[in-house]
């Protein structure tokens, strides 16, 4: 079987030429709005068909699915073909659930086997959580395509019965000396350095799991990414929304990315057509802020970018201790177009003015 799509219709006379509104979270953004005037351009044919590579959670193969959506939207070609065939493919991350990322090799342990499919051919594309790639790919794969942006926040989410304790800061609510229960030493770190009553242990597995051990008094609370409770209609369980500068992001957080081969020219203009281009200036800069730090995978590092009213853009980087006994935090602004040379910028300056310690593998 094969495929070959046209390039999408021009606007009436007049008209602008939007391409139609994309799919939507459960309670929230759309996971893929290309640029405005983005048309997908015509292909050769192609056997069918294609094969994508994703992890088996629920929430991966929700956002592979809603990816795939997002294609058969701008290739209508496509929908009346079985143009698309899933490979689950059992991660080194998923497999290790009682120790910490850092402690078995980083986040990048969350894409090793599927990076393997795709460099032998098992697979055409992979579907992935951008914030668990690793910032240097491996040779012959790229990062073909930013998806849009969810809300990149953290969620604070409270055991049921634990009554919040008062106030109005982003940790307030956490009643003093609460066992939270995290995998993250961003999270840690800063959750630690502006409370450092609380306790914190390690709590693995995908976000279900983790709510149910909550559920079931392992822990007071945990921090989630607001992203991955929306597109599982599970937001109702977050106690409080934490601000992205109270509560730095992780690089990419909330944005979906897909790899290739670098030589597949076909599926590069293909996933051109559907790629936005604000998660691509903001994952640019995020991912730049990452490389210039270089930290160990024991390095507490956060990154977040955004596009401000009038067009600039506006990175916030943090690099700390894991007790959060150190914690420093800058921004920096420019052009969208720069978005790579704010990222290394802003890494150069907080690694400047940071124990060098922090740094050593």
Avoid at 114 to 119: G, K, S, T, V
Wanted: glycine content about 12%.
């Amino acid at each position: 079987m094969s495929f070959a799509h046209p390039a999408l219709p021009s606007a009436p006379a007049g008209a602008a030429a939007h391409p139609p509104a994309a799919p939507h979270a459960p309670g929230g953004g759309a996971i893929g709005a290309a640029a405005p005037h983005a048309a997908v351009k015509p292909h050769a044919r192609r056997s069918l068909p294609l094969r994508v590579g994703t992890r088996g959670s629920p929430l991966a193969l929700w956002q592979t699915r809603t990816f795939l959506d997002r294609i058969l939207h701008f290739c209508p070609v496509l929908r009346n073909a079985k143009a698309f065939e899933e490979h689950v493919i059992t991660t080194s991350g998923d497999r290790i659930q009682d120790r910490r990322l850092a402690d078995i090799g980083g986040k990048g342990l969350f894409a090793k086997e599927i990076h393997e499919a795709l460099l032998d051919r098992r697979i055409d594309f992979a579907v992935h959580s951008l914030k668990d790639l690793e910032t240097e790919m491996p040779p012959g794969i790229v990062l073909a395509c930013t998806m849009t942006r969810e809300d990149a926040r953290d969620a604070l989410v409270l055991r049921e019965g634990l009554a919040p304790a008062a106030g109005d800061g982003p940790f307030d609510a956490i009643p003093a000396g609460a066992l939270i229960g995290t995998a993250s030493l961003r999270r840690q770190a800063q959750l630690l350095h502006a409370r450092p009553d609380l306790r914190v242990e390690i709590i693995r597995g995908n976000v279900n799991s983790r709510l149910a051990k909550l559920a079931g008094g392992a822990y007071d609370g945990t921090l989630l990414a607001l992203a991955g409770l929306r597109r599982l209609g599970l937001e109702g369980h977050a106690t409080r929304l934490l601000d992205a500068e109270a509560m730095v992001p992780a690089a990419g957080q909330g944005i979906v990315g897909i790899t290739v081969r670098a030589g597949d020219e076909e599926l590069h203009e293909l996933l051109a057509g559907i790629e936005d281009r604000v998660a691509r200036a903001v994952s640019r800069a995020e991912r730049a802020l990452l490389a210039a730090l270089d930290g160990s995978c024991r390095t507490p590092i956060g990154g977040h970018a955004r596009l401000l009213p009038d067009g600039t853009l506006f990175l916030t980087g943090l690099v700390a201790r894991p007790d959060g006994s150190f914690l420093l935090k800058r921004g920096l602004g420019g052009a969208a177009s720069e978005a790579e040379r704010l990222g290394r910028a802003l890494g150069d300056s907080l690694r400047a003015d940071s124990p060098a310690d922090l740094f050593i593998a």
